[in-house]
Nanobody, 111 residues
Framework: VQLVESGGGLVQPGGSLRLSCKAS????????MSWYRKDLGKERELVAT????????NYADSVKGRFTISRDNAKNTVYLQMNSLRPDDTAVYYC?????WGQGTQVTVSS
């Protein structure tokens, strides 16, 4: 199993980013996927989940209404669209399935 995140960067408060996670090594369309984040000094936080077919999603209260998780099973990719970003969204964002993790992509929200 390999998960490769991309799309992070530095953005001003109120800005947007779209993260991508390209998956390989398993039948992507059969598994739900998750995004987590971890910032220094804070516990790892489950940000969003999506079912295998994409028909159901769930979000942390801290990102509801601002973030959208989606997937393209034809491309073996899961996305996280992040809008109205705030400084407290700063973290390394990780893609996850079961016990497997990507390397993470850094998101920094700062003016």
């Amino acid at each position: 199993v390999q998960l490769v995140e991309s799309g992070g960067g530095l953005v001003q408060p109120g800005g947007s980013l779209r993260l991508s996670c390209k998956a390989s090594g398993f039948t992507f369309s059969s598994y739900g996927m998750s995004w987590y984040r971890k910032d220094l000094g804070k516990e790892r936080e489950l940000v969003a989940t999506i079912t295998s077919g994409g028909g159901s999603t769930n979000y942390a209260d801290s990102v509801k209404g601002r973030f959208t998780i989606s997937r393209d099973n034809a491309k073996n990719t899961v996305y996280l669209q992040m809008n109205s970003l705030r400084p407290d969204d700063t973290a390394v964002y990780y893609c996850n399935i079961e016990e497997y993790w990507g390397q993470g992509t850094q998101v920094t929200v700062s003016s």
